[in-house]
T-cell receptor
Framework: NAGVTQTPKFQVLKTGQSMTLQCAQD?????MSWYRQDPGMGLRLIHY???????DQGEVPNGYNVSRSTTEDFPLRLLSAAPSQTSVYFC???????????FGPGTRLTVT | AQSVTQLGSHVSVSEGALVLLRCNYS??????LFWYVQYPNQGLQLLLK??????LVKGINGFEAEFKKSETSFHLTKPSAHMSDAAEYFC??????????????FGGGTRVLVKP
């Protein structure tokens, strides 16, 4: 049981490039989320999903897209990277509302 | 919208001393409450959670937190700090409204330094 996995661990992009951060969970959790972590700001919710085919925006969705075609996978796409998107990104999964979230190890992204 | 305030972005304690990390939330309806710990270069790990049972919640590694509705607080404590407790701690809340789904709101975090 691997829990929540994220790839890559590190990534450097140039401004304007696009990429996809991968997230997968093997716990058959219904809910999945993407957060970004910036110093002094805690974690901020980017997008979340309450089941396959269902996604919604969080607090800071601009510049990011998501889709959820399977229960296991929840990729995050950066459409045109900007330096303001330099951050550490965490994916999390959750059994359902009110349950704790399980976090992946994170992806450290630098946009130059 | 929910908001979470953690008082003090950095806390320094001596090994063996009490650890007290403060968390206040804004909701008028008691939410679900969580404390997470993050060790360097790792993801977040759940320490404990409050859903609706006992107001004093015990977690892993000797931590506990007390829910006080009148103070809208959920402070985290550990009687005796250990060097391994050096980490960043996050308080988080989630609305009880079903439509809120899995939306967690996090505080800004408190980094704990343990001095020998």
């Amino acid at each position: 049981n691997a829990g929540v996995t994220q790839t890559p661990k590190f990534q450097v992009l140039k401004t304007g490039q696009s990429m996809t951060l991968q997230c997968a969970q093997d716990m058959n959790h219904e809910y999945m989320s993407w957060y970004r972590q910036d110093p002094g700001m805690g974690l901020r919710l980017i997008h979340y999903s309450v089941g396959a085919g269902i996604t919604d925006q969080g607090e800071v969705p601009n510049g990011y897209n998501v889709s959820r075609s399977t229960t296991e996978d929840f990729p995050l796409r950066l459409l045109s990277a900007a330096p303001s998107q330099t951050s550490v990104y965490f994916c999390a999964s959750q059994r359902g509302g009110g349950y704790e979230q399980y976090f992946g190890p994170g992806t450290r992204l630098t946009v130059t | 919208a929910q908001s979470v305030t953690q008082l003090g972005s950095h806390v320094s304690v001596s090994e063996g001393a009490l650890v007290l990390l403060r968390c206040n939330y804004s909701s008028s309806v008691p939410p679900y409450l969580f404390w997470y710990v993050q060790y360097p270069n790792q993801g977040l790990q759940l320490l404990l959670k409050y859903t609706s049972a006992a107001t004093l919640v015990k977690g892993i590694n000797g931590f506990e937190a007390e829910f006080k509705k009148s103070e809208t607080s959920f402070h985290l404590t550990k009687p005796s700090a250990h060097m391994s407790d050096a980490a960043e701690y996050f308080c988080a809340v989630s609305d009880r409204v079903k439509a809120a789904g899995n939306k967690l709101t996090f505080g800004g975090g408190t980094r704990v330094l343990v001095k020998p």
